[in-house]
């Protein structure tokens, strides 16, 4: 599991890397100061790897920072005479529900993936179950600091929001959960990034209640 974690890991810095590198190659006034040989070029892909990996820590809580204070902190300045720590909740709660199907960590396609089972061939179950641990990992971790400090701030009991983090992996870890039932009954395989209609519909309604 720890050496699948390590290749994971590698596998999705590597990408990255030669994103950022293919990217500078597109910049007009960059790309004629790079050689042909950029992808092969140690210093520069250390740098890169170097700015992936600041990255891969940043994104861990840069967005559920924005989240919390975007989608729900700031909302609760435009509800005057409502109760902060109760509203708090009830956007959290309907949110939660909402990202529970738009992004479940587990049947998200991606090239890293492709690569990872098809090219490097590796098993599928445990490269998938090792993604999603580390996935919910973050998530556990960016809703429990966030979540704390946010909800405190709107008058929520410290108790309730580390349980947050508890409800918020249940919830999509339920999703995943019921994804894989269909599965083994129809054979129809769920992509989060092609919600069907039911899906796309519970999810308005989320928002709409949220």
Known sequence: MNKTLRITFALKNAYKVNSILYSLKQLPLIKKLLPESLYSL?????????????WEIVSAFLGKFLYFFLLIYLMLRAYGGIPQNGLFLHILFFLS???AFLNTYLFNPGKEKYYAVILLRMNARESTLVDYGYSMLKLFVGFLLFGTYFGTRAGVPVW??????????GLK???????????????VAVNENLPGKAVWTLIAVSLAAA
């Not at 140690?42 to 600041?54: C, D, E, H, M, P």
């Not at 870890?173 to 054979?187: D, I, N, P």
């Open 97 to 99: 529900i909402a990202g």
């Open 42 to 54: 140690k210093g520069l892909k250390t740098f890169a790897s170097v700015i992936a990996v600041l």
């Open 160 to 169: 309730l929001c580390l349980l947050a983090p508890l409800f918020v992996a």
């Open 173 to 187: 870890a339920t999703v995943a959960a019921h994804s894989l039932r269909v599965y083994e009954k129809t054979g």
